[in-house]
């Protein structure tokens, strides 16, 4: 599947300056690359928990390395929603982007196969190059295209995220020699290990997957990363890379160190909830509209994690389904403020006010995207929060409570900064010269709006493909593979 | 057609019209967007009545739409329960939102919103409808948050207002803390029930009694108290009870018809109805009983007083609200489900109507909104006025009059209740009686008789002021005279008019004593008589009229209103008086007793200086100041420090070479 995209970017990727052409190739390879996956769903049998779709080739054979792909019901959304995004970003990067057009484009475009090929590695090390490979079309988005501080940001974002995978490598040579020489990750998933080996392994992984997430107090580069990156960037960011870290605890952690991530899991559940109430706080006070949204991802993939760690199918589906829309409404968030960006040249709150006078189509969508942030029910965003929160309530009712306050902060810092900027009299000549968005723009708009709304209104299509994998998940959680 | 697409139809009426009109508003133009969503509702409308018939022959309905998820053995459906409860509200919603739609034709004539309002208020119709309709409480919540929202962009509707977006902000924030509570409830129903089906939830209440739960160390509640309690909570932000109320009063920033439709008639009703579907639950709990008893009636009483000093005619109309609400939650606890259903619809005739004929003296008088201004309208606006007096009459309690039978049952089931907190709940909505006359009175005599406290000239006809929604300015010449409003605006007055009048006698003896209800509210007559005792002492509506000439309540009406009468009509000068001699107690009802400058200084400054700080020390100072950047800057002077040691002189390295061999000789001969 991913090669499909390699050969068509490297097509695009080599010649400079014939602009339009390269768009066209780059929707062309984005749209493809989304009408190879759709097999993937309409295909699937959920009924298992096998790995389907599977392809292998010896890759490095003196080392059991192979290049092993294949999703399960976890991993099958999550390249679906990585392969829309990435129609979505080449869209909205269509007029903006005007220097290097065919780099940018290129870079969204391996980014978008290297994705892919994180959700769907089988095997341990081609999982890590995955991993690795995609930090550097995105660092280099960011740092090419980003705003004036991107240098500072690009360099932190990568040193962050690099300084977790390392450890992740230790922790997979470990494994490799404890699992008799494997390198497959349904094999370590089978092995038994130590208490000693677990909590290691917990913590090794640990900080290669919370700073993707990012959880509380791991998050600082994901504000900053944001701040500076073009909008495609933060769409991507927000709306793919964080479900990475993840995707990573659901994959790694919870099945090859059950009984490390049990004995661990109130410390997880207590960093999530500080995710959620604290930054939800923090996002309050946010000037910056990009870091508002930051802070708010932030604290919506808390929700994440903290259904995970409650090992029961509500919240664990509940953080699936809200890692899935999450990424469809933090984009949209993203590619709203873009759109104002793209016009003011401004991401503060207070340049701006009365926006709804001169753009009310626009006002429109935002409207919904930000009630969708706010976890409004019939929205896509209101599926995840909930189903975390019932799985939550049934462990803690204090946990639940503390998550439950989502729904206030949730609103205040949404809805206060909508009002600051949408609503109003117009504030100043900027505003006042704002045009409506364009074909392209209501396009890019109403594509996400028909999933957040659809997701919301009818999300039983998307947990029937997870009941079976997610059960699976749990039963071998709840399953202890402790040696002495 | 079958009764399950007429079930159907009723809510997706609305919403094609909201749909059509929102979507389309300009290719349909005005005209099209009154019409379109007038027909969507007066369909629902018609729909509803059918189904009530239907429902009266014995035809009660609980089914599935679709399935909304599944999760282990659990499966959350959409889904309608069709019965007497759920008529009543069915035709209450959509009868009043068709006198609004048509009443907005008038009323918002020259905004240039026109296509989004109807676009709003059939939306609003759509989530109210599915909201009493459904059968679980998933859809519950749905239709819960989906009219809090159409709510928020309601009040907003002048979004170039800056009271207007303080005012929608703060009332779905409040919201948002009731619902908060709301969720937790149906957590624990789910996660006690394992389902969230009424039917099957109230079936297996009975089992969990005595069940306790420790939320806090060594305090076992009762679940079925934890769980009732917080859903209540729920109800509390929503119908803006005590001390969640105070959106309600902002609200009315607003446009008129909206007042009338969502914080008078039904979205703030929602919550009262809420608990009288939870009856099986409610009944289960005493301590929840008390709760809501106590707390409806601190709401009744001490939002009647913040009404009497009032002088914005709508703010007046929404302490009136908010009191009555009080009152149907004080019925609520009362385990008198079936009054406060029954308050709850002749509310909401008698206060639409209030709201509606309050709106229109409005219209007359260019939106000054000050009863100090007004005076002597009636001869201006004899329609509005003869509306306005039976509105008032009917909420003072006048014998007769629909709000009499409603407003005095739930005194005498309060009177009948036996639970800790029914005394004070019995001496708040008696004393509250007098409340209610003195200030429907007051405000009713300030802006029908008397002299009149505008200037106007008689002869001019220029309208170009009324475009000018803003002004709320004192500005008094220059005007036309008040004019009675157009048809489109007097017409919903004098439909919901009649309801208003006899609504009460033509309704009390099935609803509250008949089997009208049947199984949809469930009261355990042996723990809560009070329902028992009210029917035996029943012997018709007009004994109920004729013995009531006899009882305190009918008497401190009439002293409320003559007070009224005597301050606002004889002795104009005594109200000033009064207030410089009461000077405390008038600075703490002209600050509504200080809820909102606490809320604003504590809750919202609190959570501001609170984020703030976090950030600023947390993340800012310690997260990056000390980890990230100080291992930053600790790498770079270890660096630095190590550059020293690659010289590039070959004899530095072969020195450092040998001190290594050396030690790693010493190191593995020791060990």
Redesign the interface.
């Given at each position: 599947m991913p090669i499909v995209f390699g050969l068509l970017i490297l097509a695009t990727g080599g010649d400079d300056r014939n602009a339009d052409g390269q768009r066209t190739l780059a929707l062309l390879g984005a749209a493809l690359g989304l009408a190879v996956a759709i097999p993937l769903w309409t295909g699937f049998d959920a009924t298992t928990a096998d790995m389907q779709f599977t392809e292998m080739a010896a890759w490095i054979p003196a080392l059991e390395v192979n290049y092993h792909l294949g999703v399960d019901g976890i991993s099958m959304p999550f390249i679906l929603l990585n392969s829309f995004t990435t129609l979505i970003v080449i869209l909205a990067g269509w007029q903006v982007i005007q220097n290097k057009v065919g780099q940018y484009m290129a870079a969204f475009l391996i980014q978008s196969g290297i994705i892919n090929g994180v959700f769907a590695a089988l095997d341990g090390v081609l999982f890590y190059v995955f991993f690795e490979a995609m930090l550097i079309p995105l660092y280099l988005i960011v740092g090419m295209w980003g705003g004036p501080n991107r240098v500072y940001a690009a360099i932190k974002f990568f040193l962050y995220t690099l300084l977790g995978s390392l450890l992740m490598l230790v922790a997979m040579i470990y494994l490799f020699f404890a699992s008799g020489g494997s390198f497959e990750i349904l094999t370590w998933h089978k092995i038994g290990l130590t208490m000693t080996a677990q909590t290691l392994l917990f913590v090794a992984f640990f900080f290669a997957f919370a700073v993707k997430v990012p959880m509380w107090p791991v998050h600082t580069w994901l504000p900053d990363a944001h701040v500076e990156a073009p909008t495609g960037g933060s769409v991507v960011l927000a709306a793919i890379t964080l479900k990475v870290g993840a995707y990573g605890f659901l994959r790694f952690v919870l099945p090859i160190v059950p009984d490390a991530s049990h004995e661990l899991a109130g410390f997880m559940i207590f960093l999530s909830l500080v995710a959620v109430v604290y930054i939800g706080l923090v996002a309050l006070v946010q000037a910056d509209m990009k870091k508002l949204i930051a802070y708010s991802s932030i604290a919506h993939m808390g929700f994440v994690t903290l259904g995970f760690f409650i090992f029961n199918q509500w919240g664990m589906e509940g953080g699936l389904i809200q890692m899935i829309s999450h990424g469809f409404i933090s984009g949209a968030m993203f590619l709203c403020v873009g759109v104002m960006y793209d016009r003011v040249h401004s991401r503060q709150i207070a340049d701006y006010g009365g926006v709804a006078n001169t753009m009310p189509r626009f006002a429109a969508f935002f409207m919904l995207f930000a009630m969708a942030n706010s976890g409004l029910p019939a929205t896509s965003g209101f599926v995840g929060e909930f189903m975390v929160i019932l799985g939550t309530i049934q462990v803690s009712f204090w946990y639940a409570a503390l998550a439950a306050t989502t729904l206030i902060f949730g609103a205040a810092y949404t809805l206060w900064m909508y009002k600051r900027v949408v609503f109003g009299k117009i504030a100043n000549e900027h505003v006042a010269e704002l045009t409506d968005i364009n074909a392209r723009e209501f396009l890019v708009l109403s594509l996400l709006a028909v999933l957040v709304l659809g997701m919301g209104v009818y999300p039983l299509p998307v947990t029937e493909v997870m009941h079976t994998s997610v059960e699976n998940l749990l039963a071998h959680v709840a399953h202890s593979k402790l040696i002495p | 057609m079958d009764m399950k697409s007429l079930y159907l139809l009723v809510p997706m009426a609305p919403l094609a019209g909201a749909i059509i009109a929102g979507l389309f508003g300009k290719a349909i133009g005005r005209v099209g967007a009154h019409t379109i969503t007038i027909l969507g509702v007066a369909i629902a409308f018609i729909a509803s009545l059918v189904i009530f018939q239907d429902v009266q022959a014995g035809h009660t309905f609980n089914g599935p739409l679709?399935?909304?998820?599944?999760?282990?053995t659990v499966s959350l459906e959409i889904g309608f329960l069709i019965d007497p409860l759920t008529t009543v509200m069915m035709l209450v919603v959509t009868f009043v939102s068709l006198c609004v739609h048509v009443y907005t034709i008038g009323y918002m004539a020259e905004d240039d919103g026109y296509q989004r309002f109807f676009s709003y208020i059939s939306l609003f119709t759509f989530s109210m409808l599915m909201l009493v309709m459904s059968n679980n409480f998933l859809q519950l919540?749905?239709g819960?948050?989906?009219v809090g929202?159409v709510s928020?962009?309601l009040i907003?509707f002048w979004?170039?207002r800056?009271t207007a977006?303080y005012a929608n902000?703060k009332a779905?924030?409040v919201n948002?803390?009731g619902?908060?509570g709301f969720?937790?409830g149906?957590?624990?129903v789910?996660?006690y029930f394992g389902t969230l089906d009424y039917a099957e939830v109230f079936q297996k209440a009975p089992m969990l009694v005595g069940q306790t739960?420790s939320?806090i160390e060594g305090h076992p509640w009762e679940v079925m108290t934890v769980i009732c309690i917080l859903l209540f909570i729920g109800a509390m932000g929503k119908s803006a009870q005590f001390p969640l109320h105070v959106w309600l009063p902002d609200s009315m920033e607003g446009p008129t018809p909206i007042s009338a439709l969502i914080h008078a008639a039904t979205m703030v009703t929602a919550g009262i109805f809420m608990v009288a579907r939870m009856s099986p639950l409610f009944e289960l709990s005493d301590t929840a009983l008390s709760f809501v008893m106590v707390i409806g009636a601190i709401t009744a009483l001490f939002m009647g007083f913040l009404g009497m000093i009032q002088n914005d005619i709508k703010r007046v109309v929404a302490y009136s609200t908010l009191s009555q609400l009080g009152y149907m939650t004080v019925a609520l606890g009362a385990s008198a489900y079936s009054v406060a259903i029954f308050h709850l619809m002749t509310h909401a005739f008698f206060k639409a109507l209030l709201f509606l004929a309050a709106g229109s003296v409005i219209m007359g008088m260019h939106h000054d909104q000050d009863i100090r201004n007004m005076g002597g309208l009636r001869k201006y606006m004899p329609i509005t006025w003869l509306t306005m007096l039976i509105g008032s009459l009917a909420l003072i309690g006048t014998p007769g009059l629909s709000g009499f039978f409603s407003k005095d049952s739930i005194i005498e089931a309060v009177h009948a209740s036996h639970l800790w907190g029914s005394g004070f709940a019995a001496f708040a909505v008696t004393a509250g009686v007098f409340v209610t006359a003195f200030y429907s009175f007051r405000m009713y005599f300030l802006v029908f008789h008397g002299k009149e406290r505008f200037k106007c000239a008689h002869d001019t006809h220029d309208h170009e002021d009324d475009k000018d929604a803003d002004a709320h300015g004192h500005h008094h010449g220059g005007h036309s005279c008040p004019h009675e409003s157009p048809w489109v605006v007097w017409l919903p007055l004098a439909l919901l008019a009649i309801p208003s009048i006899y609504a009460g006698w033509a309704y009390i003896q099935p609803m509250l004593y008949g089997d009208f209800f049947g199984s949809a509210i469930f009261v355990d007559p042996v723990a809560h008589p009070a329902m028992e005792e009210l029917k035996a002492g029943f012997h018709g509506a007009g004994a109920m009229a004729m013995h009531s000439l006899t009882t305190l309540p009918l008497w401190l009406a009439v002293a409320g209103v003559g007070t009224a009468y005597f301050l606002s009509m004889v002795r104009k000068d005594l109200p000033a008086k009064i207030r410089a001699k009461a000077g405390i107690l008038y600075t703490i009802l002209d600050k509504k007793y200080g809820f909102d400058d606490f809320n604003d200084w504590f809750f919202a400054g609190g959570?501001?200086f609170?984020?703030?700080r976090?950030?600023r020390w947390?993340?800012v100072a310690a997260?990056?100041g000390i980890?990230?950047n100080g291992t930053?800057r600790l790498v770079g002077r270890i660096a630095g420090m190590v550059r020293h040691v690659q010289s590039g002189y070959v004899y530095h390295y072969a020195f450092a070479m040998i001190i290594g061999v050396a030690l790693m000789v010493t190191w593995f001969v020791k060990v």
């Open positions: - | 679709y399935t909304w998820l599944t999760s282990g919540f749905f819960w948050e989906a929202l928020y962009l907003g979004y170039t800056d977006i902000l779905f924030l948002r803390v619902d908060c969720l937790l149906i957590g624990l789910l996660a739960v939320l959570a501001r609170l984020g703030g976090l950030w947390g993340d997260i990056d980890l990230v930053a």
